[in-house]
């Protein structure tokens, strides 16, 4: 199985954590350990 590539235009703030630009990893973990939403996907959600 082949890696994916990092995403260049990853807008997370959080560049120290190790899955930053790694989106699908990130949406995954947040699934299964998080009760927050990954940042990248906050603009669906959220209301102005």
Do not use: Q, T, W, Y
């Not at 082949?2 to 260049?8: C, T, W, Y």
């Not at 949406?27 to 009760?35: G, M, P, Q, R, T």
């Amino acid at each position: 199985m082949s890696e994916i590539p990092l995403n260049p235009n990853c807008n997370c703030p959080k560049v120290d954590c190790p899955r930053h630009g790694k989106c699908m990893e990130c949406v995954e973990f947040h699934k299964a350990n998080s009760d927050k939403i990954p940042f990248c996907l906050r603009f669906m959600v959220e209301k102005d």
